[in-house]
C-alpha cells in the first residue's frame, strides 16, 4: 500500500519566478515510481515529470525539476520561469512496482500570476 | 498519436437509467484503467484491464459494470446510479502493466446523476 501526501492546498507565484511543490510519500514496494502531473482546468491530465526510485539523480525537464530525498521520502517539484499556462491544479503520485496501482495526493493548486 | 479519447464528455442520467461511457485509444496500449474524480479531489481508482483481463477492481459497487471488446476500447456500463456517484471518470491507458510505463489520460466523462 502506498500514500502519497501534499501539504500545500494553494499556491500562488508571480510570473517568471520559482515555485516549489512539496510532496512526502511512504511506501512498502522496494521499487517505484513517483511521478508529478499537472490538470489544467477543464483540460485533461499530463504528465510533468517522473523518477525512478532506485536512480538516485533528479530528473529534470525543461522548466520542470525534482528534489528527491529518498530516505525522508521526499518528493518536491521545481517549476522555474512561472508562465501563465503552468496554472493548474498539480498531484504527486507514487505507482507501485506491478505498475497497477497509481496512488494520488491530494493536490496542489497552483495560481501563476501575471 | 497520444490521445486517449472519452465520450460523452458530459452524462445527465437518473437513478434508473442505463447508460455507458466510452474509452478508445490507438497507442497499441495494453493496459486501460478507470479512475473517479470528484470535485477537487485526486483521482481514485477503479477498475485495472491488462491485455483486455479484468486486473484490479477497487471494491466498486456493482451498478459500476466494465468492459473491455478489444485492445483498444474500454467500455463502462452504469446502472441504478446515486447521486453521490456524480464525478468526473477518466480513462487512462499505458503501454504495459509495469510501473515503468507512462499512464495517458482521457479528458474525462463528467457525470451528472439526478
Known amino acids: 500500500a502506498q500514500t502519497v501526501t501534499q501539504s500545500q492546498p494553494e499556491m500562488s507565484v508571480q510570473e517568471a519566478e520559482t515555485v516549489t511543490l512539496s510532496c512526502t510519500y511512504d511506501?512498502?514496494?522496494?521499487?517505484?515510481?513517483l511521478f508529478w502531473y499537472k490538470q489544467p482546468p477543464s483540460r485533461q491530465m499530463i504528465l510533468v515529470i517522473r523518477?525512478?526510485?532506485?536512480?538516485?539523480q533528479n530528473a529534470t525537464e525543461n522548466r520542470f525539476s525534482v528534489n528527491f530525498q529518498k530516505a525522508a521520502k521526499s518528493f518536491s517539484l521545481k517549476i522555474s520561469d512561472s508562465q501563465l499556462g503552468d496554472t493548474a491544479m498539480y498531484f504527486c503520485?507514487?505507482?507501485?512496482?506491478?505498475?497497477?496501482?497509481?496512488?494520488f495526493g491530494g493536490g496542489t493548486r497552483l495560481m501563476v500570476k501575471p | 498519436d497520444t490521445e486517449v479519447t472519452q465520450t460523452p464528455k458530459h452524462l445527465v442520467m437518473g437513478m434508473t437509467n442505463k447508460k455507458s461511457l466510452k474509452c478508445e485509444q490507438h497507442?497499441?496500449?495494453?493496459?486501460m484503467y478507470w479512475y473517479k474524480q470528484k470535485a477537487k479531489k485526486p483521482p481514485e481508482l477503479m477498475f485495472v484491464?491488462?491485455?483486455?483481463?479484468?486486473?484490479i477492481n477497487e471494491s466498486v459497487p456493482s451498478r459500476f459494470s466494465p468492459e473491455c471488446p478489444n485492445s483498444s476500447l474500454l467500455n463502462l456500463h452504469l446502472h441504478a446510479l446515486q447521486p453521490e456517484d456524480s464525478a468526473l471518470y477518466l480513462c487512462?491507458?499505458?503501454?504495459?502493466?509495469?510501473?515503468?510505463?507512462?499512464?495517458?489520460f482521457g479528458p474525462g466523462t463528467r457525470l451528472t446523476v439526478t
Open positions: 487512462a491507458s499505458s503501454a504495459g502493466g509495469g510501473a515503468f510505463y507512462e499512464q495517458y
Open positions: 523518477q525512478e526510485a532506485y536512480k538516485q
Open positions: 484491464y491488462s491485455y483486455e483481463k479484468l486486473s
Open positions: 511506501t512498502s514496494e522496494s521499487n517505484y515510481y
Open positions: 497507442m497499441g496500449h495494453r493496459a
Open positions: 503520485a507514487c505507482i507501485n512496482n506491478a505498475g497497477n496501482m497509481l496512488t
